[in-house]
């Protein structure tokens, strides 16, 4: 896993909101636009320098379409990262169905296996 690429995704995708409206809406085109238009560009927002070596894992590319967030944290993507775009995708649907931190319930619960044991490294 290129934990750098995926964390890149993450990050990018969340504090943008025509990419994250994109990335809701249908996963696998963003994903492909972004890894074209921006995820062989070093750094955030520069077109200075480009890279020919980082691509997805079908692994991670699966995980970053279903949007699955064990998947994702279980291969080492840094929790926060994938904790805060799935709120920004899911936390208004899942309030308004069930009531507030809803999402973040459902998401501690889906990690409550990691309770007590070493979390996935996060180190690149």
Do not use: C
């Amino acid at each position: 896993m290129s934990k750098y690429y995926v964390n890149k995704f993450l990050f990018q995708v969340d504090r943008d909101p025509e990419l994250l409206a994109a990335y809701a809406s249908d996963p696998d085109a963003l994903i492909e636009r972004w890894e074209q238009e921006y995820g062989q560009w070093l750094g955030a927002g520069h077109r200075v320098e480009k890279t020919s070596w980082l691509a997805f894992t079908d692994q991670e590319r699966r995980a970053l379409r279903d949007h699955d967030y064990v998947a994702l944290f279980e291969m080492g993507a840094h929790f926060f990262l994938v904790l805060t775009i799935y709120i920004a995708i899911y936390d208004e649907e899942y309030a308004t169905r069930i009531g507030p931190l809803a999402f973040q319930r459902e998401y501690a619960a889906k990690l409550s296996g990691w309770l007590g044991k070493e979390y996935p490294s996060v180190q690149v």
